[in-house]
């Protein structure tokens, strides 16, 4: 029947388990960063008093000079994989002169001087309301004073690089945050009786900082869809996505819904041999995906020997250890075990000692030794996800076995993963060009209608 008599490009006989999209059990979490808390009372503040709680502070030198303010960090740098971060002080007393500020400094900052004061540093001042930025000299008119009884804001917006600031629960401003590395959210005073309490989220904000998330997700979505992308395109983008897979009644449906609603195209030469490269043996790819995916992995491997044998004719195979391995979960999954175990020995032990196959097939003879294999470690390979993964895998190997097909790893995706790959790809750029800063893109997570996170 269809197929290619010199053989599945050798390419991909015994391809990586990788580069067929496999991966171990559930994706590891984001480690998650460490956050501010405290302040941090281990730098030396000599005119400060720090509440027991490290979440208070009050002035108690005499201000004569420029050199014996109190400022304080928090205990660790603001975290960087957030889309923003934030916190707030509120001032209990301003003192003589109300000389309190609130910004951002870096490692380096020395603790006698006001945020802005010194390189790498901002800061919102209270007395005079302006902004100061590494050089002690301020900015124009920045925002209002601030005094006993207010709160006061400070963030960073990863998005658009900006540092800004609020007061009472309106934003004032922001500025260019031209610092790559770590910032430390800090406050300083400067007059005697001067007191204020740090906000670190420990309590809501006065700040509605979740509605500036939203705001910020929903300017990116408008930039988004700005884009002009004729409909035509994203429909043939969606019809080579069901043909290179074989969903052929999904794309007869399809196919009938969209009707005449998108005006007729005439593809590229390429578009065009692209769609016949990817039609190519629809029944065959459509039957296979069917029976993997009911779990007939026997009739499957039936099907491949008799319409594609090159396919399975070198038994240490890729396709051949991820169809062997396929029996084995279906034989754990009906309560077979001692079938599974002489499975196992009679067509999984040759692949011992395959580093590239080595982890599936740790795996799966590990289901074994759970009385309960769907709760354990291991469970996913119990998961129709799994079989999918082997039915892809099938379906891309018989794709390769097209004559019309030059180059055989280009059948292990369809154009719109392509595509995917290539937003992944710009993103992850993105975020190196602003120092490895800002919310970090997880593909998989939007996909699957994953949240963002909150801020």
């Not at 804001?153 to 590395?181: E, M, R, W």
């Not at 097909?405 to 154009?415: A, D, F, G, H, K």
């Amino acid at each position: 029947m269809l197929n290619n008599e010199e053989g599945v490009s050798g390419s991909l006989s015994r391809i990586s388990l990788a580069r067929l999209g496999w991966r171990r059990g559930v994706e590891d979490p984001v480690e998650e960063e460490q956050a501010p808390t405290y302040l941090n009372t281990t730098t030396n503040c000599p005119f400060l008093v720090i509440s027991t709680d490290k979440l208070s502070a009050q002035y108690n030198g005499e201000a004569r000079h420029g050199y014996d303010v109190g400022a304080i960090q928090g205990n660790c740098a603001a975290p960087v994989r957030k889309l923003l971060y934030y916190f707030e002080i509120y001032v209990k007393d301003k003192g003589q002169k109300g000389y309190v500020s609130i910004g951002f400094t870096d490692q380096h900052f020395k603790m006698t001087r006001q945020p802005g004061w010194e390189p790498n540093s901002f800061g919102y001042h209270g007395d005079d309301g302006c902004l100061y930025h590494g050089n002690g000299k301020a900015s124009e008119p920045f925002g209002p004073k601030f005094t006993t009884g207010d709160t006061v804001g400070a963030g960073i917006n990863y998005a658009s690089q900006t540092v800004f600031f609020t007061k009472n629960g309106k934003l004032v401003g922001s500025t260019p945050k031209d610092v790559k590395g770590p910032l430390y959210p800090t406050i300083g005073l400067h007059s005697p009786n001067e007191k204020m309490d740090v906000n670190f989220g420990q309590r809501p904000f006065v700040f509605d900082i979740e509605q500036l998330a939203q705001e910020e997700r929903e300017k990116r979505q408008t930039i988004i869809e700005k884009v002009s992308l004729p409909l035509s395109v994203s429909h043939w983008i969606v019809r080579s996505y069901l043909l290179h897979y074989g969903y052929k009644e999904t794309l007869a449906s399809f196919d009938t819904a969209s009707g005449n609603t998108f005006p007729p195209v005439l593809p590229t030469p390429q578009e065009n041999n692209s769609l016949d490269i990817v039609s190519y043996a629809l029944d065959q790819r459509k039957i296979l995906r069917q029976l993997i995916r009911n779990g007939d992995v026997d009739s499957a491997f039936k099907k491949l020997r008799e319409w594609y044998p090159q396919l399975v004719q070198d038994d240490m195979s890729t396709i051949c250890f991820l169809l062997h391995c396929q029996k084995y979960i279906e034989l754990v999954m009906k309560g077979m075990l001692e079938s599974a175990v002489n499975y196992a020995r009679s067509e999984l032990t040759r692949f011992f000692g395959v580093k590239y196959l080595e982890d599936l097939l740790q795996d799966c003879l590990a289901l074994l030794a759970y009385e309960e294999p769907a709760k354990s470690s291991v469970g996913y390979l119990l998961s129709l996800a799994q079989r999918e993964l082997v039915a892809d895998a099938v379906n891309a190997m018989v794709l390769s076995t097209n004559p019309a097909v030059q180059n055989p790893e280009s059948c292990l995706q369809s154009s719109l993963e392509r595509l995917l790959r290539q937003l992944t790809a710009c993103c992850l750029e993105r975020r190196l060009l602003n120092g490895g800063q800002g919310e970090i893109f997880c593909l998989h997570k939007m996909l699957h209608g994953g949240k963002e996170g909150s801020w």
